[in-house]
């Protein structure tokens, strides 16, 4: 929205927020020492005329010239403690430390994807089974951390190794590159299931069977990804029909290897 958008907003309505501050500034703020303040996008002024009120020197910048006469309105007695600026914040930021607080709510900012490193090329893995698997690394970058994936394109639409590594923002994407690929070429230099003696469907290779899971988003029912190759729900079952009698651990653990440091992880 341009200025003109902001301004029409005010002006379409007598008064659009509270007039209170936001709790979260008030949590924050209350016990700090009175400084200099920036409020970012103040619309109608509560969070600017609230420290104001407590000492601070407040400098409240809106696009909109309706926000800022009924913000300066609305606070007659913070006048001295308060500068009503009219600016776009994002064509001139305010300059950098020089506020000892900076409170911004609600304040739109356009949204500007990352610039992600440029992904290695594919890698090429031969399973034990002699069938050749090429994954292609797919970066991501999440508001938590940055996810490096390896994942075999297929023809079949769910088939497919998949592996992910998740880490800081900071972390190394080569480093990552290569340990999401060192998962990769363990996993599928093993084989959890092997033709059935008879007939058609599988059988374990082992007393262990490791895969992804696949839920159908429109009701039907969920599949396994054993070996890199779609089993039905029916599939699995047969496989371990030759364990009857034994009791059974089903384990769901995480797809996707997290090292992020543990502050990243406890936010
Ligand atoms: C959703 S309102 C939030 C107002 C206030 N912070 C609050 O929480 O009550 C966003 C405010 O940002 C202002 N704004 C939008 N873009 C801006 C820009 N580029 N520079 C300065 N202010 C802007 C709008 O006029 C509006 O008052």
């Known amino acids: 929205m341009d200025t ?5 907003m005010y002006r379409s ?4 927020f509270s007039g209170a501050p936001h709790a979260v500034l008030v949590a924050e703020a209350a016990a700090l020492p009175p400084g200099r303040a920036l409020d970012v996008g103040c619309g109608e002024g509560a969070d600017a005329s609230w420290p104001a009120g407590r000492g601070w020197q407040v400098t409240a910048v809106d696009i909109a010239p309706t926000a800022l006469q009924r913000a300066a309105a609305a606070a007659p007695d913070t006048a001295g403690h308060v500068v009503w600026t009219r600016a776009d914040l994002t064509a001139a930021p305010p300059p950098a430390g020089a506020f000892d607080l900076v409170s911004v709510h609600y304040f739109p900012l356009r949204y500007q994807p990352e610039r992600l490193p440029v992904a290695p090329g594919p890698v090429e893995v031969v399973g034990l089974d002699g069938r050749r698997h090429v994954l292609r690394y797919r970066l991501w970058r999440a508001p938590t951390g940055i996810s ?7 023809e079949g639409a769910d088939d497919g190794f998949e592996f992910a590594v998740f880490s800081d923002h900071d972390a190394d994407v080569d480093e990552l590159a290569v340990r999401v690929r060192a998962e990769a070429e363990a996993e599928i230099a093993r084989c959890y299931v092997e033709p059935a003696l008879q007939g058609a469907g599988w059988r374990l290779t082992g007393e262990e069977i490791a895969g992804r899971l696949i839920a159908d988003l429109e009701g039907g029912p969920v599949r396994v990804v054993v070996d890199g190759r779609t089993l039905s729900w029916d599939e699995l079952g047969e496989a371990l029909a030759s364990y009857e009698g034994w009791r059974f651990r089903l384990a769901i653990d995480a797809s996707l290897t997290d090292v992020r440091s543990d502050a990243a992880k406890a936010q």
């Not at 003109?4 to 029409?8: A, I, L, N, R, V």
């Not at 490096?148 to 297929?154: F, G, I, S």
């Open 148 to 154: 490096v994936r390896l994942v075999e394109e297929c």
């Open 4 to 8: 003109h958008s902001w301004d029409e």
């Open 13 to 16: 309505r007598e008064r659009v």
